[in-house]
Every structure is written in structure tokens, then in C-alpha cells.
């Protein structure tokens, strides 16, 4: 097969068409990509709402992820040590308990920072208060604007820049349940009103909705090519609530929220993400019309890769699948290889598959072991060459 381009190739692994190589999608916390952007002399590696993708493309990637929402409201956000942030959503941020650093702890983490040393400490950002604990708090609630240009003008322009060759992809993160746990309501409270005060839930859930519908149409209308939803429901061994629970609170609202964007745009592709194993609701995600489903953390419930594909990849395309936690950050280049090539044995035979790590890659994960990943899938993600033969 002659070489495809990049926006192409991912479209058709998409469909689960042939294709000439496995196409891929890296994505870099601001650590990992500052480390591995000084290799290529790259000096603009922002992350977030003001997303670079110049190291990505050039290190291969066939698409282009940008990030809205409520997730990229914060993560990415520069918050300092002690210092409180609020987002559009009024959800309170902060960073993690870990130490914060001197100045000369600073320096000595710098050394980290060099090509051959995985970071020892960075401090993450993370919520603090959240603004919905009572329904007359649901009841004075005011949503953040779905048009606000700050969220799409740079959508606009990257499809003006890269649409012509690259598969552009929006992220609305952190959608639905995962939004009302990690952001608006808080993990604990969640769970509990799930329970206690399931209107309320429901009633967030609710405003979630329409807040999304309404940001993925203005998204749909700017001619992307898919659009992502993030609603993290998958813990290490299992779904973090009982499937039924998500079919009732999570399915129909996804449902109505996949037809407002394709009335908008019917040739748009979805994506839906959850971390950990959400391997129950895979059908779910097929009968929903979801066109990828990711990222195939492979560390606990997920690890069957073979019996998924098996099973679901004449339905859906997959992506993902290489470990973040432990082989990325923790193994030896020789062993960053195999895992390469188990993946490329495991989903991408037949087609319908996108290679990627199964989250970000993080600051731990030396510049090495990065290398070695992407010359593997290089040697392995080719069509008609050994491992796809």
C-alpha cells in the first residue's frame, strides 16, 4: 500500500479499513514534553488550552488532540504551592500534599529534567472545594459560557493550520459523571448522594448535559473530525460504580448528547475515554454509535487485550493499550520494545487500532524509554511486516 497521510490513516483505522502503518496519538504532560522537546531544539511545548502540537507531530502523530472543558480548565493550569485557583466552573484548585520545592531543590530537580533521568517529584494540581454540596446550591448555580471564544477560536485555527493532513480531534474531558465527582460535587459526596439525594445527582448530571451539548455542537459546527468525551469510571480491577448504575445515570445522557452533535455535523467520529477497566460497558459504547474507545489501560481489569479485540474489534476500533505506571516509567529500553510489539500482537492484527500509551506521559518516564517506544512502533506498527503480517 502506498503511504497514507496521517489524517487519512487515522480515519481509516477508525472505520477498521486497511491501512498502511498503525497510526499514533502521544500525549505529553508539560514535564515529559519540555524534556523531550529539547532534543528537536523545540522550544514551544505548551500543553492544555494552549496546546503545541509541534513535538507531537514530529515525533509521528497522525492526529491532533486539543483539549477543552472542564478538565483542561485545570490541569495544565499553572498553580503555585499554597496558592488557590478557581475555574470557570468555580471548582477551588490547588496542588497535591507532596513537598513543595526551594529554590535549590528546585535546581536539584532540574538534573531530572535532564534526557536520561525520570522526575522524582512534581507536585500535581489538584480540586480543593467544590461548589455544589445541596440542591439550593445546584439551584444558584450558573454554567459557564459554551460559546466563549477563549475555548474555540484555537480550534478554529488549528483546523485552518493542520486539517488539510491531520485528523483533528477535540477533547470535551471530564464530561459527565466524572465532572460531578472530581469537580463540581466532590468523590466522596458523589457516591454518597448517589444514595442520599439521587435528585441531585441527577440534577447535576443534568446540567452537565446540556453544558456539553451545547459546547459539542458549537465544536461539531467547526467541521472537527471527532470529538472525545472523558467520563473516568474505571478504578483498577473494576468499573468505580455497578454498570447498571452507569447505564441508568450515564447511557441515555451520552445518548442524547451524540445526537445533538451529529445533528450538527452527521460525519463527525466519537471517542469515548475512561481510565482503569471499563470493560463492561464496552457494548454499551457500541450501541451508543462510538466510533474509538480507549485507552486500554492494561494494569488490572483491561489486561486481556486479545480476548477485547477478539471480541468487540469488528465493532469498534480500540486505542492505547502501553502501560504508563509501571513499564513506561520503571522498565529497561529492551523491555519498553516487547511491550511495543505485545500490544501490536494484541490489537492492532486486523486493523482498527491506534497506537498510543494508555494515559499521558508523565514526568516519571525517562526520555529514553520514550525513544525506545517509538522506534518500536516504528518496526512493529507496519502492515504486511512482521508482527502484522
Not at 483546523?159 to 469537580?183: G, K, N, P, W
Request: charged share 25%.
Amino acid at each position: 500500500m502506498n503511504e497514507l497521510r496521517p489524517r487519512e490513516r487515522f480515519a481509516r483505522a477508525i472505520r477498521r479499513e486497511k491501512v498502511d502503518r498503525v497510526p499514533t496519538l502521544y500525549r505529553f504532560k508539560r514535564e515529559s514534553k519540555e524534556k523531550a522537546a529539547r532534543v528537536f531544539g523545540i522550544t514551544d511545548a505548551e500543553v492544555g488550552l494552549k496546546h503545541a502540537p509541534h513535538l507531537e507531530l514530529r515525533l509521528g502523530n497522525d492526529a491532533i488532540m486539543y483539549q477543552i472543558g472542564i478538565n483542561a480548565e485545570f490541569s495544565h493550569h499553572p498553580i503555585a504551592i499554597g496558592e488557590t485557583w478557581y475555574s470557570d466552573f468555580k471548582v477551588a484548585y490547588g496542588k497535591s500534599g507532596l513537598k513543595g520545592l526551594s529554590e535549590e531543590e528546585h535546581r536539584e530537580f532540574m538534573k531530572t529534567q535532564e534526557y536520561w533521568g525520570p522526575a522524582k517529584v512534581v507536585p500535581e494540581n489538584f480540586p480543593k472545594a467544590h461548589p455544589i454540596g445541596s440542591m439550593e446550591d445546584l439551584k444558584n448555580y450558573t454554567w459557564p459560557s459554551p460559546a466563549n471564544p477563549r475555548l474555540l477560536d484555537p480550534i478554529k485555527e488549528i483546523c485552518r493550520h493542520y486539517q488539510d493532513d491531520y485528523f483533528i480531534m477535540v477533547d470535551l474531558s471530564s464530561t459527565l459523571i466524572e465532572a460531578a465527582y472530581a469537580h463540581l460535587v466532590g468523590t466522596q459526596n458523589f457516591f454518597l448522594f448517589l444514595y442520599d439525594e439521587p435528585e441531585l445527582v441527577r440534577g447535576v448530571l443534568d446540567g452537565l448535559t446540556e453544558y456539553y451539548c451545547a459546547l459539542g455542537r458549537n465544536v461539531a459546527a467547526l467541521g472537527v473530525d471527532m470529538i472525545r468525551v472523558g467520563d473516568d469510571i474505571g478504578a483498577q480491577q473494576g468499573m468505580m460504580l455497578d454498570p447498571e448504575v452507569w447505564r441508568e445515570l450515564a447511557k441515555p445522557r451520552f445518548q442524547y448528547m451524540f445526537e445533538q452533535f451529529r445533528k450538527v455535523n452527521r460525519d463527525v467520529y466519537l471517542k469515548l475515554h475512561s481510565c482503569g477497566d471499563y470493560s463492561p460497558i464496552i457494548p454499551d459504547e457500541i450501541d451508543l454509535g462510538v466510533n474509538l474507545s480507549g485507552l486500554m489501560q492494561p494494569v488490572g481489569g483491561n489486561r486481556n487485550q486479545t480476548e477485547i479485540k477478539k471480541k468487540y474489534g469488528d465493532k469498534i476500533a480500540f486505542i492505547g493499550g502501553l502501560d504508563v505506571q509501571r513499564l513506561l516509567p520503571r522498565g529497561q529500553v529492551e523491555e519498553v520494545r516487547a511491550g511495543v510489539l505485545n500490544v501490536m500482537k494484541n490489537l492492532a492484527v486486523g486493523g482498527g487500532y491506534i497506537f498510543s500509551p494508555s494515559h499521558y506521559i508523565l514526568a516519571d518516564v525517562p526520555v529514553q524509554n520514550i525513544w525506545a517506544m517509538i522506534e518500536a512502533v516504528k518496526d512493529f506498527g507496519v502492515y504486511g511486516k512482521y508482527p502484522l503480517n
